[in-house]
């Protein structure tokens, strides 16, 4: 089986959601001009996130997205690419998994099952899927920031995917068997 670059793009984008809340701030390097003011996230705040991101990507023949310091790493983009209305969306939508993981199963969601988990992130991602206001958008943030970070983190890039130091020679045609991991430079 063979990618060409095209292919690769277009799985990237994919895999990105087409687009990046804050991709702007991320590209040009600039913070939005509004933010909340005294946005901060407390020790427990991270520890949910970790739980979250290694509920996306949870450790298999590979480390986790928390193995990878996935909490903190949303916390900093949060904080420095946000704007004050996404920063909003995603502390409200924290808040409001918190409480509803909390009422549907009766624990808090660190320290459940990681069935539980899973099976309540993924009815939050068929419902952002099937909703016409496309709600809530806090999912689709959280599978933005857990796949970005993990796969730009030495964890994701060494590990779990194939890593290739730049430079190096170009090679326009890659032939890919099943199970070869994906190629990071």
């Avoid at 804050?22 to 901060?40: H, M, R, S, V």
């Avoid at 994701?156 to 890659?174: H, K, M, S, W």
Wanted: proline residues 4%; charged residues 25%.
């Amino acid at each position: 089986m063979t990618m060409n670059r095209r292919d690769a793009l277009k799985s990237v984008v994919l895999m990105m959601g087409g687009t990046m809340v804050g991709a702007t701030a991320i590209l040009t390097g600039c913070a939005p001009d509004k933010q909340i003011e005294g946005l901060n996230f407390e020790p427990e705040d991270v520890a949910f996130l970790d739980e979250l991101g290694d509920t996306i990507i949870p450790t298999t023949d590979t480390p986790g997205a928390k193995a990878a310091g996935i909490g903190s790493f949303m916390v900093m983009m949060v904080q420095d690419t946000y704007d004050a209305e996404q920063q909003q969306v995603f502390v409200d939508g924290l808040n409001k998994i918190r409480k509803d993981f909390k009422s549907e199963k009766g624990t808090d969601f660190v320290g459940a099952p990681e069935a539980d988990r899973l099976a309540y992130l993924n009815g939050l991602f068929e419902q952002y899927k099937s909703s016409e206001e496309r709600e809530p958008k806090v999912i689709n943030m959280l599978r933005d920031l857990t796949v970005l970070g993990y796969f730009t983190s030495e964890i994701g890039a060494t590990q779990a995917l194939n890593f290739v130091e730049v430079p190096g020679r170009y090679d326009g045609c890659i032939d890919l068997k099943p199970g070869d991991k994906a190629y990071a430079i």
